[in-house]
């Protein structure tokens, strides 16, 4: 699904390492960072965002696992407007992984690989690979407060 890089593997076992929260914190903060290549395409449609905001709610226990992933199934649905391959999908894509880490916490390493497509897409390999190691150091950072 996802071309493989240098961090893939170390992203992944430090979501295996964390606890759920963390997992949700990190997929948020790797959601805001693209949310805005989908947003200056489809500034009306809300669900993506929402899918953000149900990650939010979730950690701040107002919403259930079952409201967050019926965010994530809507964020996926927007991302479908959005042209294959393009950087507006992948963020779309990211938000809706985001909103289903509350479901399960593995759903943040698809979060985290498409954040880093969708700045690969919008700014190169060399935006993807920095994207890359500020997810691996700010999920260092996430793992060392717990």
Sequence with gaps: MFKKDEYALP???LIDAVDKNTAVNFAILCAERVLPLYETQFSE?????DGIA??????????GVSQ???AAFASH???RLAEKGSA??????CCG???ATAHCKEHAIAAAAYAAIAI???EGSEGKLKEREMQHNTLLNLAERK
Aim: without cysteine; proline residues 0%; positive net charge.
């Design 45 to 49: 449609e809300k669900r993506v965002a």
């Design 68 to 70: 967050a992933r019926k």
């Design 120 to 122: 690969e897409i919008a």
């Design 97 to 99: 992984h985001t909103a």
């Design 54 to 63: 149900a990650a939010y709610q979730y950690l701040n226990n107002t919403i």
């Design 77 to 79: 649905s927007a991302a």
């Design 11 to 13: 992203i992944q076992r």
């Design 88 to 93: 507006a999908r992948a963020a779309a894509r």
